[in-house]
């Protein structure tokens, strides 16, 4: 919570002796593609009037979803970094469509793509007070049985905000499902007599969150070049959520599934009632220079319930895109 506060007091502090306003009331606080969009906006035009397609790389360790940091900062097994490229249409009415791939190094196949995802998506631009955007991402995942894919298939997740005054609050919700599998297999002793043991689990997942955040832009025009902008969009966040997952076995030895070793893939996303879950700290940067985009974004975030795992986890994304 220390590193949260710090981090947090950090972007007041550069605000408060850099920072110099254009116009927020445009700009959506959620996303990072929706905060890049706006972005390009301002910065002209003749940039933004029709539409666009945009091809972007990025690094991070993100595999659960596209906009849910929520889900994403329960990925505690993933250690390694996942690449993924890709390539989207916008379209000037808001409407917009993105693929991407994750590529990543997998034990032991090696280096190779565990998922691709497609996100159709809203976005409401322009002047209005009130921000919108809904979002569906499907994941076609390479191999259920893999601890680097994401368990989630499918993806649904809404915002909306609130973009007058300083301090903007808004709500978002997310909810997501998919399967995934697990295999364990042993040699071991049973009345003296040894045997082959395997048990094979296929999980059923249905998670519901909902974020309750307040957010500030600052804006920096004219950072390096006269056509470059800068932002940074600090958000604090509340999550709430419940999360379901139904297991189906088939295996050999049914008595001895309680001494099963499992994997531990999701140890976070287990079946809860609705509840407070986490405090966070979102923190999105975007910079545009001619039709080069640069976007990391940090999410923070303190798992509230006890818990044997780690309560302070973080996903990190950098992107870098270019505009056809």
């Known amino acids: ?73 329960r990925q505690t097994i993933i ?13 000037k009415s808001g409407a917009s469509i993105t693929g991407a791939a994750y590529l990543l190094q997998q034990q032991p196949k090696g280096f190779g793509a565990s998922q691709f995802s497609l996100t159709p998506a809203f976005d409401l631009l322009g002047k209005s007070t009130v921000g919108l955007s809904v979002s569906y991402t499907h994941y076609f995942v390479q191999d259920k049985f893999s601890p680097y894919a994401s368990p989630v298939q499918n993806d649904l997740f809404a915002t909306v905000s609130y973009k007058k005054g300083w301090l903007q ?30 048990d094979s689990a296929t999980s059923s997942l249905q998670s519901f969150t909902l974020m309750l955040r307040a957010s500030h832009v600052f804006e920096w025009a004219a950072c390096i070049h006269k056509d470059d902008m800068l ?14 997952i139904d297991v189906t076995h088939q295996t050999n030895a049914p008595r001895l599934i309680d001494y099963l070793i499992k994997t531990g893939r999701l140890p976070l996303l287990i079946t809860n009632k609705f509840q407070a879950e986490s405090v966070g700290l979102n923190i999105n940067c975007s910079y ?30 950098f992107s870098v895109g270019y505009i056809f």
């Open 288 to 317: 545009a220079i001619g039709n080069f985009s640069f976007t990391p974004q940090v999410y923070l975030d303190y798992y509230l319930p006890q818990t044997d795992s780690k309560a302070f986890t973080q996903s990190f994304n």
């Open 231 to 244: 932002l940074l969009v600090p958000s604090v966040v509340v999550n709430f959520g419940s999360s379901s």
């Open 1 to 73: 919570m220390q590193k949260i506060l710090l981090l947090l007091g950090l972007c007041f502090a550069l605000y408060n002796g850099h920072a110099q306003s254009t116009d927020s009331t445009s700009l959506p606080l959620f996303d990072s593609a929706a905060v890049l969009k706006d972005l390009m906006a301002l910065l002209g035009s003749k940039k933004m009037a029709t539409s666009y397609a945009m091809a972007t790389a990025g690094v991070g360790n993100r595999i659960f979803s596209v906009r849910n940091n929520r889900l994403n900062a």
């Open 169 to 198: 609050p808004g709500i978002a919700m997310g909810y997501s499902s998919g399967k995934f599998k697990e295999v364990f297999s042993k040699d071991t002793v049973i009345n003296n007599v040894r045997r082959y043991v395997y």
């Open 79 to 91: 250690n390694t970094a996942v690449y993924t490229p890709g390539a989207g249409y916008f379209h």
